[in-house]
């Protein structure tokens, strides 16, 4: 008798414990949802800033026209790869980063390209847009570093004692950080 009250006493004891654990949990996993929405944000805004600056570009120049395509081609990929939260895997982030890669890299080739162009390039609503753009990325990446700190405080929460105990039980499951595309390791080159 004496031995099952020990025993109903600690179990109480962690019960009482984890309803704080469980809503920290609770707390922290809607921080990461929230934050997936705010990256998701960013990325829409620059898909949405893309057709017009591929319309400026046809508008005021005789544009490579296999840039322009690709450019399109890439934002349509880009926008069909939808992320929820509930589907954070890093199988599925990976998926998601590729295709916003893409979208990036062909980016990147059209502003570079556009430097061949004077009259664009002097167009003020092509820099309106180049700077809208610019504005897009850095937010971007301020939103992803965002992210990665509320998942770290998420994935930290979950894994102390005794907040591990009770996380996989009630099914919350460490989340996957938003990582570099590989091919950003490489520095890239600058010719004039």
């Not at 390039?121 to 847009?129: E, G, I, N, P, V």
């Amino acid at each position: 008798m004496k031995r099952f009250l020990l025993y109903f006493a600690g179990l109480a004891l962690l019960l009482t414990q984890s309803s704080c654990g469980y809503n920290g949990m609770v707390q922290r996993d809607q921080a990461v949802k929230s934050q997936w929405a705010n990256v998701q944000s960013a990325y829409q805004r620059r898909a949405d800033l893309i057709p017009n600056l591929v319309n400026t570009v046809k508008g005021n120049a005789k544009f490579e026209q296999g840039t322009l395509t690709s450019v399109i081609e890439a934002r349509a990929k880009a926008s069909s790869v939808q992320l929820n939260a509930e589907q954070l895997t890093p199988e599925n982030i990976q998926k998601f980063q590729a295709a916003q890669s893409q979208l990036s890299q062909g980016l990147g080739r059209l502003l570079a390209v556009s430097e061949s162009y004077p009259e664009l390039k002097a167009s003020d609503a092509f820099q309106a847009l180049q700077a809208q753009i610019e504005g897009t990325e850095n937010r971007i990446n301020v939103e992803r570093n965002k992210f990665n700190t509320i998942t770290n405080d998420y994935n930290t929460f979950t894994r102390s004692f005794p907040n591990n105990l009770f996380a996989g039980m009630f099914g919350f499951q460490p989340k996957p950080y938003f990582e570099a595309d590989p091919a950003a390791s490489k520095a890239p080159t600058v010719q004039f």
